[in-house]
């Protein structure tokens, strides 16, 4: 009896905690920033749903899909958002964008679309640093490559190519689309001959029949439309931008607002969350440091080359030393003489100082010109020594004569 009772007590503690443990996990994530009403993950998914660009431009600014929450001229009303699509090469740049005013146009997100040479193709993306700050990318997951996405279901029209006869022709979508890019319509469009450039026709105080602006939601209300894309295993955010050289090329003609500048210095989008918490995202790192490193590689690659061959650190400094030993401009012939191989700088130093050296040479015992100096000194001793001894010998033959006669 006591075992039942103890096991009824865990699972009502353990029913009661669920509540409070399902709160922690949808707390609202928030950057604090504009951007935080416009879902780059529900972007991206609208993205990977539309059969073209004027498709996705319909479906963000639609009310039902409720992935537009952006009032960044802060009048209080939902501003619509413009796709400009820009190509270059295998690589389409879709800029989604808002006309503030009559004059001022802030850039929201950008959209690369990029094949590589295996015909790969990749979707990111970019968050703008005004809106998102440095380096918000949301990008399709590669772990669940190959894999069905069950967010998405329809009969999409794609335009293909037949590679048979040369002529291309509309094909229904299946009732899911793979999570491999490859496959999305609007990815399928971008890359079909018939595809042009999509520059959306409308502008500040000229919109579409359809468009009915609506009151902006509290973020918190926001958040649970779009709070389960953090936990979906189809997309992710990363920190790394894939090909670098084209967004920098749109960097360079990026729009920016004075407007949105100055109402997020002041404050004025922080009633959007209406003076309640949220959480800070996560801080994100490169789950794939080897394929777009290019950005990493050259910054740690010339730091070890540095320290390896220090040969290169060395010689730097040693010409230095002998430019000061001499005090003169000749450091070449100072350094070659120091191997006895090379003979023939030994002449062309010599001549240089003719004066200092000759003077020291007789100091030296082994200049001849001192030896005869000395030489004949002792032999002027010896000879008259030697004399004295022979006179005797030559007397004898004197006598001798003498006695003869």
């Known amino acids: 009896m006591k075992k039942n009772v103890l096991f009824l007590a865990i699972m009502l503690t353990s029913l009661f905690s669920l509540p409070i443990f399902s709160q922690t996990n949808d707390e609202p994530v928030a950057l604090g920033l504009p951007g935080d009403n416009l879902n780059l993950f529900a972007v991206l998914d609208v993205f990977q749903k539309s059969k073209t660009l004027e498709d996705f431009e319909r479906a963000l600014n639609d009310p039902d899909s409720k992935v537009n929450n952006l009032d960044l001229n802060n009048d209080g009303e939902i501003d619509y958002i413009e796709v400009e699509g820009h190509k270059e090469g295998n690589t389409h740049v879709i800029v989604l964008q808002v006309a503030v005013n009559s004059k001022e146009t802030q850039d929201v997100a950008v959209i690369e679309v990029t094949k590589d040479k295996k015909n790969k193709v990749h979707v990111q993306a970019i968050g703008d640093e005004d809106l998102y700050g440095k380096n918000y990318v949301v990008e399709p997951s590669d772990i669940v490559s190959g894999t069905p996405n069950p ?8 335009i293909v190519n037949n590679n048979t006869t040369n002529n291309y022709n509309t094909t229904t979508s299946p009732s899911y689309v793979s999570a491999s890019v490859s496959a999305w ?11 042009v450039v999509y520059r959306s026709p409308w502008h500040w105080g000229y919109y579409p029949p359809y468009w009915r602006p609506w009151r902006p939601v509290y973020y918190h209300d926001y958040w649970g439309y779009h709070g389960h894309y953090y936990r979906s295993p189809y997309y992710r955010r990363t920190a790394v931008i894939r090909h670098p050289r084209y967004y920098n090329n749109y960097v360079s003609r990026r729009n920016t607002s004075v407007v949105v500048r100055n109402n997020r210095t002041n404050g004025r989008y922080n009633s959007t969350y209406n003076g309640r918490d949220y959480k800070r995202p996560a801080p994100v790192t490169s789950t794939r440091p080897s394929r777009p490193g290019n950005t990493t590689r050259p910054v740690t690659r010339p730091t070890t080359p540095s320290t390896r061959p220090g040969n290169t650190t060395r010689p730097v400094t040693r010409p230095t030393n002998p ?11 100072t350094t070659r003489p120091v191997t006895p191989t090379n003979p023939s700088t030994r002449p062309v130093v010599r001549p240089t100082q003719p004066v200092t050296r000759p003077t020291t040479r007789p100091v030296t015992p082994t200049n001849p010109s001192t030896r005869p100096a000395v030489r004949p000194v002792q032999p002027v001793t010896r000879p008259a020594v030697r004399p004295v001894t022979p006179r005797p010998a030559t007397q004898r033959p004197v006598d001798g004569g003498s ?3």
């Open 151 to 158: 967010g998405y279901k329809g009969d999409a029209t794609v």
């Open 185 to 195: 319509p609007v990815v399928l469009f971008l890359f079909s001959p018939v595809y």
């Open 323 to 333: 430019s000061t030993r001499p005090g003169t401009g000749t450091t070449r012939p």
């Open 403 to 405: 006695n003869r006669r």
